[in-house]
């Protein structure tokens, strides 16, 4: 799997506690049409797929569950953070390996900012970590 600094949200990063991604993915401000007074709308989501990989690279241990959502917003500081998706994995998936079931960026990816939020449910896990990206291609083996 091929990934970006650009486009990374998570590197091998530790999951302990409730906690955004270490990387935000800016992607920068719409521009405007020659003669039109506002900018253009944004949605990254339709159109051709961007594939985005999220999978577990340590096994977790004690949590029950855990809950990845894409979050975007208008600012970098995620104020008034809008969660586009989320997907929540029991403890018995979070193994080594697993990638979650999220294959693209979904459609309501429509402001500049963009990022993973990580919510842990149950016992605070002493071991798990995640890497997450946007990636050219998925790798299916």
């Known amino acids: 799997m091929i990934f ?6 998570s590197e ?15 992607l920068g401000a719409p ?12 949605d990254i989501g339709p159109g051709r797929p961007l594939n985005l990989l999220i999978q ?3 096994t977790f241990d004690n949590l029950t569950s855990l809950k990845v959502s894409i979050q975007v917003d208008d600012n970098d ?16 998936s979070l ?3 697993y990638k979650f079931p999220v294959n693209y960026v979904p459609h309501g990816t429509d402001e500049r900012y ?3 939020y990580y919510t842990v449910t ?6 798990g970590k995640v890497t997450a990206g946007i990636t050219h291609g998925a790798q299916t083996s």
């Open 31 to 42: 521009g405007t049409v020659q003669g039109a007074t506002t900018a253009l709308t944004r």
């Open 77 to 92: 500081s995620f104020s008034s953070a809008k969660t586009v998706q989320e997907v929540d994995v029991t403890l018995a």
């Open 114 to 116: 963009l990022r993973l």
């Open 4 to 9: 970006s600094k650009n486009l990374t949200f």
């Open 12 to 26: 091998d990063q530790e999951i302990t506690a409730n906690t955004a991604s270490t990387n935000v993915v800016d």
């Open 122 to 127: 149950g016992t605070t896990p002493g071991a």
């Open 95 to 97: 193994a080594a390996g």
């Open 56 to 58: 577990v690279t340590e």
